[in-house]
């Protein structure tokens, strides 16, 4: 059964930072690279970090040297560190596949709740 559970958002002042996580059942996210995901109300979902099977990361310039992707196999689940947070990183973040890379087409069928991120003074 595939399942996605997307944790650890919350309110974080602009500067702080947090750390979500992904727990995901279902053989094919172990073998897949993986991302994180972020839609802000009235926006289109976009990739901003990604993982590969073999751990190569990538990430939108928008969070290029403040946010960290990290994948324990072990334990099929994700991880995201957030820090130097802006207003404008205020989304709804979610973890799914990646098979291609930042800024091309995208389309899943599954994703899971997601974990809201409010960074604000």
């Known amino acids: 059964q595939v399942q996605l559970v997307e944790s650890g958002g919350g309110l974080v002042q602009p500067g702080g930072s947090l750390r979500l996580s992904c727990a995901a059942s279902?053989?094919?996210?172990?073998?897949?690279?993986m991302g994180w995901y972020r839609q802000a109300p009235g926006k289109q979902r976009e990739l901003v970090a990604r993982?590969?099977?073999?751990?190569?990361?990538d990430y939108a310039d928008s969070v290029k040297g403040r946010f960290t992707i990290s994948r324990d196999k072990a334990k099929n689940t994700v991880y995201l560190q957030m820090n130097s947070l802006k207003p404008e990183d205020t989304a709804v973040y979610y973890c799914?596949?990646?098979?291609?890379?930042?800024?091309?087409?995208?389309?899943?069928?599954?994703w899971g709740q997601g974990t809201q991120v409010t960074v604000s003074s």
């Open positions: 279902g053989t094919i996210f172990s073998i897949s690279a």
């Open positions: 799914n596949r990646a098979i291609r890379a930042i800024g091309e087409y995208q389309s899943y069928a599954y």
């Open positions: 993982i590969t099977s073999a751990s190569s990361t």
